[in-house]
């Protein structure tokens, strides 16, 4: 079993940046997989970034390449998802997610995903 304790979210203006943290612990071995999911207010939900704890392959919608970045510290078994350049549209609940992978690939639908922590708001003016 995985838990996951989000935190960084805050409230930023148009071009700032943020970095938002998420804390594993449980299980943590180097066949999984950590996403980022964010859902706005009658939005679906949406895979911004992942990255595979074994390889440290990585993954980022078209929303967000080049703006969006992910890193893990296994020393803290901590990973991270530095936002640049936000925008309006960035603003959304944002979820760090996992699961246990095989193959060392990354589900895309977050429906996939079998932990999740419980959010961290990030609001852009």
């Known amino acids: 079993h995985v838990q996951l304790v989000e935190s960084g979210g805050d409230s930023v203006q148009t071009g700032g940046s943020l970095r938002l943290s998420c804390a594993a612990s449980?299980?943590?071995?180097?066949?999984?997989?950590f996403a980022w999911v964010r859902q706005a207010p009658g939005k679906e939900r949406e895979r911004v970034a992942a990255?595979?704890?074994?390889?440290?392959?990585?993954y980022f919608a078209d929303s967000v390449k080049g703006r969006f970045a992910i890193s893990q510290d296994n020393g803290k078994n901590t990973v991270y998802l530095h936002m640049n350049t936000l925008k309006p549209e960035d603003a959304a609940m944002y979820y760090c997610?996992?699961?246990?992978?095989?193959?060392?690939?990354?589900?895309?639908?977050?429906?996939?995903?079998?932990?999740w922590g419980q959010g961290t708001q990030v609001t852009v003016s």
């Open positions: 990255i595979y704890l074994g390889g440290g392959s990585t």
């Open positions: 449980g299980y943590i071995y180097s066949n999984i997989c």
């Open positions: 997610a996992a699961h246990l992978t095989r193959g060392g690939y990354c589900y895309a639908s977050p429906d996939q995903y079998d932990y």
